[in-house]
């Protein structure tokens, strides 16, 4: 079973508008992890906040961990038509077996 | 560098066959991780291994089987093919297994498999 719920689960945007998606888990978790993928192809990985950090960024990227809801949010702004993917949120436990979400998908029309 | 790669892109079986899918880590990667991902869900883990021993495993039936090789790529094998066995299986490598969800995991393309 999926550890991680993403929400919503489908997400339209105009092109320039920022966009959020919310993740939810249900174990503790040494890290969190947000992923892209395009078309049913090969993730890639966007950015990793730790348990003991609430806040990171990356360029156009800004997530948020709040341990204590088990919750994480990723924030993108100013986007692109080429943001246009499925978002997903991983979890892992003391092992290195990443439990994915079920995704957000997003489209930003140009 | 070549990033992760995966043989074959697509493959198309029916019910009862086998099926080998490959994998080939970054060079450098020393740990290979499969998931399956069922069209419209995220990837679920099915193996881990590292240094060629298996490291972690997923709730699959035995069915399912993995191995690595010395150079560290890595062969996935399921048998007795189901319908619901139809997937993008996705392979990943990264430096090391450090636990915790520490190593950021690169993925390959994926082998899209299709059981009729």
């Known amino acids: 079973s999926q550890q991680g719920e993403e929400d919503p689960q489908a997400l339209s945007i105009q092109e320039g508008e920022n966009a959020t998606m919310n993740c939810s888990y249900k174990?503790?978790?040494?890290?969190l992890q947000w992923y892209r993928q395009n078309s049913g192809r090969g993730l890639v990985h966007l950015i990793l906040?730790?348990?003991?950090?609430r806040e990171k960024h990356s360029g156009r990227l800004r997530v948020t961990l709040d341990t204590s809801k088990k919750s994480s949010s990723l924030l993108i702004t100013a986007s692109r038509a080429a943001d246009t993917a499925s978002y997903f949120c991983?979890?892992?436990?003391?092992?290195?077996?990443?439990?994915f979400g079920t995704g957000t998908s997003l489209t930003v029309i140009p | 560098d070549a990033g992760v790669t995966q043989s074959p892109t697509h493959l198309i079986k029916t019910r009862g066959q086998h099926v080998t899918l490959r994998c080939s880590p970054i060079?450098?990667?020393?740990?290979v991780s499969w998931y399956q991902q069922v069209l419209g869900q995220g990837p679920q883990f099915i193996f881990q291994?590292?240094?060629?021993?298996?490291?972690g495993r997923g709730n699959f039936p035995d069915r399912f089987s993995a191995r690595q090789f010395p150079n560290y790529s890595s062969e996935l094998n399921v048998n007795a093919l189901l319908l619901g066995d139809s997937a993008l299986y996705l392979c990943?490598?990264?430096?090391?297994?450090?636990?915790?969800?520490?190593?950021?995991?690169?993925f390959g393309p994926g082998t899209r498999l299709t059981v009729l």
């Open positions: 990943a490598s990264s430096l090391v297994a450090s636990g915790g969800g520490t190593d950021t995991q690169y």
């Open positions: 174990t503790s978790i040494n890290n």
């Open positions: 906040i730790r348990s003991n950090e």
């Open positions: 991983a979890t892992a436990n003391t092992g290195n077996q990443f439990y």
């Open positions: 060079s450098g990667h020393k740990s």
């Open positions: 291994y590292y240094e060629k021993e298996e490291r």
